[in-house]
């Protein structure tokens, strides 16, 4: 799959999230296949380029692979200005933010909100595509609302702007992450598209992502929740897509080592904030533990790095003699 003139060692991309894809779970599902691992959603606002949140969210620095930055905005000419400056920080891919449908991001006419506004959109895309010379994808959703679908509209006035890849989730806006992701309409937008298409909502195992491709045609499958608590589901896809069967699970000794280096790189990249940072993917790696649910309370009560280190290493310790190869998530 190409983005451009960009061409990634697979078709599958960690789909960017607030909050969740810093540089430490980038790198980690990049290791397991992500041929493209964006970063979180950063502002446009010029006020707040050098905060310590927005800075975070940009660094890249010691990541292999491509670097994409995704960002969000509703005046035309700041998101030009934002494309530059993160070009200059060295992205190598721009990534627009129209997909987004938090009520904090909607309620300044940003993210998923711009669908709204045909002519703003087009506005948009033309002058960040117009201001870099690096290829500007876009992600999106399927409307508004369930009476507003409009992204084949959206989906010609990215190619007419020179957009070079699309992305779209199967929900509209109102339906935030309710419901089911609906793919017809996907698949009708990718039959009359020349640039390539992924197709993102509900992916949250290889035989979900083989379904999707094939209904909807897509060029490759972009993994958002899925990946929460599993950024093996890369290997498991790509293994899929190459041989038609699943991989054998992973062993628990190594899933252990991979949250264990998952937290560790949290708290490196944070430092002692990284505790709370933590908790959540700890949640998502482990919530379908018993013993874990048992001590979640006194593990979130933890304030020190070191402490909730050892804590989940005691734990992963105590479950390796149950298990010898770790639960796969129901698809």
């Known amino acids: 799959m190409h983005i451009g003139s960009i061409e990634l060692a697979t078709p599958l991309a960690l789909a960017p999230m607030a909050g969740i894809t810093d540089k430490p779970f980038r790198m980690l599902c990049r290791r397991f296949g992500a041929g493209l691992a964006s970063s979180e959603m950063t ?141 017809e309409l996907i698949a009708a937008v990718k039959r009359d598209l020349p640039i390539p298409l992924w197709v993102n909502g509900d992916i949250t195992s290889a035989a979900k992502a083989l379904q999707v491709l094939e209904q909807t045609g897509a060029d490759g499958v972009m993994i958002g929740r899925g990946a929460q608590g599993q950024p093996w589901i890369f290997r498991d896809v790509w293994h899929m897509l190459q041989h038609g069967v699943l991989p054998d699970a992973l062993d628990f000794d190594t899933a252990a080592s991979v949250v264990l280096e998952h937290l560790a790189a949290i708290h490196a990249f944070y430092g002692e904030h990284g505790v709370k940072i933590a908790r959540k993917h700890l949640l998502w790696y482990l919530g379908g533990f018993d013993a874990y649910q048992r001590e979640r309370t006194d593990i979130n009560q933890i304030q020190e790095t070191s402490l909730q280190y050892e804590k989940i290493a005691d734990l992963l310790e105590q479950l390796s003699h149950q298990y010898d190869l770790w639960p796969r998530r129901a698809a």
């Not at 895309?125 to 010379?133: F, T």
């Not at 109102?174 to 609906?182: D, N, P, S």
Request: a neutral charge; glycine letters at 8%.
């Open 43 to 183: 502002t446009s606002d010029p006020s707040l380029q050098n905060t310590r949140k927005t800075l975070q969210r940009a660094d890249h620095s010691g990541e292999t692979g491509i670097r994409s930055v995704q960002i969000v905005g509703n005046v035309p000419e700041v998101m030009a200005e934002a494309a530059k400056l993160n070009v200059a920080r060295g992205a190598q891919i721009i990534d627009i933010n129209m997909g987004c449908p938090a009520k904090k991001v909607c309620n300044v006419l940003a993210g998923s909100a711009l669908l709204k506004d045909e002519g703003l959109v087009k506005d948009i895309l033309q002058a960040v595509v117009e201001s870099v010379d690096v290829p500007v994808t876009l992600k999106t959703r399927l409307g508004w609302d369930d009476s507003h679908l409009n992204v084949p509209t959206i989906a010609q006035i990215a190619v007419d702007a020179g957009i070079q890849t699309l992305a779209i989730h199967g929900r509209s806006r109102t339906q935030m992450y309710t419901g089911e992701a609906r793919y």
